[in-house]
T-cell receptor, first 112, second 113 residues
Framework: DGGITQSPKYLFRKEGQNVTLSCEQN?????MYWYRQDPGQGLRLIYY???????QKGDIAEGYSVSREKKESFPLTVTSAQKNPTAFYLC???????????FGPGTRLLVL | QKEVEQNSGPLSVPEGAIASLNCTYS??????FFWYRQYSGKSPELIMF????GDKEDGRFTAQLNKASQYVSLLIRDSQPSDSATYLC?????????????FGTGTRLTIIP
């Protein structure tokens, strides 16, 4: 069963805490992306990676970090430096031969 | 800063009518254009993409592209209540930025039975 999985579905963060969102794909896609979506707004790019062990900042990378140690996995860490982390986080992937991005189900992050 | 503009709506259309969704973009170098549908609380799913000027049809959906006017639209014929969703327009970065997409804020569409 191929696809993109994100976990957890809901995540609660306490003040000053770092949390990590998981994104895994078994589609053999090369490129992976992290977006943030706030209510009534479009998707804003946080980080993306086109190859293992390499990644680039998007438009709103401050307060976030990523790693790409395996082709299948692209975890996102929301650090304590991100002062307004409450949002819907979406992971996407695509093969390098296509421009269409395919999305996982998303993780909703809430602050306690 | 590359921009993609959409009317946020809500756009209300009677069931069975044609829904017309519009999107303008600022980067003349953009070459690929995408329409995604997003149901409330869910992730976006691709409806159509278009690369060439003109129309592209897929079932009840037609994408229209006019690069000279920097305008892309999505027409939904015979609108159904299940078409009620937010529609996101996305544009690639052109030759020097085609690894990224820039998304509009979306148009919320409501089909009235």
């Amino acid at each position: 069963d191929g696809g993109i999985t994100q976990s957890p579905k809901y995540l609660f963060r306490k003040e000053g805490q770092n949390v990590t969102l998981s994104c895994e794909q078994n589609l053999n896609h090369d490129a992976m992306y992290w977006y943030r979506q706030d209510p009534g707004q479009g998707l804003r790019l946080i980080y993306y990676s086109q190859i293992v062990n390499d990644f680039q900042k998007g438009d709103i990378a401050e307060g976030y970090s990523v790693s790409r140690e395996k082709k299948e996995s692209f975890p996102l860490t929301v650090t304590s430096a991100q002062k307004n982390p409450t949002a819907f986080y979406l992971c996407a992937s695509r093969p390098l031969t296509q421009e269409t991005q395919y999305f996982g189900p998303g993780t909703r992050l809430l602050v306690l | 800063q590359k921009e993609v503009e959409q009317n946020s709506g809500p756009l209300s259309v009677p069931e069975g009518a044609i829904a017309s969704l519009n999107c303008t973009y600022s980067d003349r170098g953009s070459q690929s254009f995408f329409w995604y549908r997003q149901y409330s609380g869910k992730s976006p799913e691709l409806i159509m993409f278009i690369y060439s000027n003109g129309d592209k049809e897929d079932g009840r959906f037609t994408a229209q592209l006019n690069k000279a006017s920097q305008y892309v639209s999505l027409l939904i014929r015979d609108s159904q209540p299940s078409d009620s969703a937010t529609y996101l327009c996305a544009v690639n970065g052109g030759i020097l930025g085609n690894e990224k997409l820039t998304f509009g804020t979306g148009t919320r569409l409501t089909i009235i039975p």
